[in-house]
């Protein structure tokens, strides 16, 4: 699949930092779940309220340089790999040139149940689609 990069950007805010003014290493997984739902969106599909659920399978991070109070990240998310009811990506949270993060980031696409339970089902095709746009 060719990977067309998304790109996000954030204002690092006062309070995404520790009292040295740089980023906490746990609010820059939001940064990345932010840009999720920016590239959900920009393919015209909600991440919530549609019946479809988008839990977190894995999440992996390399934290290269610090981001400080401020400064504009940019979130740069390519989706590497489209499964039976997951998506995989890669990103990048960097500062002008200088890469901050890099990983790997996968969810799920589930349904609740008549239970309330969460279970793996199929993207749906129309889905599916709007992403491999």
Not at 75 to 84: D, F, K, S, Y
Not at 109 to 123: E, F, K, T, Y
Request: glycine letters at 8%; one cysteine or more; charged letters at 25%.
């Amino acid at each position: 699949m060719a990977a067309i990069p998304f790109h996000h950007e954030r204002q690092v805010a006062f309070g995404d930092t520790d009292m040295a003014g740089i980023v906490h290493f746990s609010r820059l997984l939001d940064y990345v779940e932010e840009a999720e739902h920016a590239w959900f969106f920009q393919a015209g599909i909600p991440p919530i309220g549609t019946g479809s659920l988008w839990p977190r399978l894995r999440m992996e991070a390399d934290f290269l340089a610090p981001l400080r109070f401020g400064e504009t990240a940019t979130v740069t998310l390519r989706l590497e790999r489209i499964g039976t009811s997951s998506l995989t990506f890669a990103y990048e949270i960097a500062v002008g040139e200088r890469a901050c993060c890099r990983g790997k980031w996968v969810i799920c696409h589930s349904r609740l149940d008549a239970n309330g339970q969460l279970h793996a089902a199929p993207i749906p095709e129309e889905i599916r689609t709007a992403f491999e746009k």
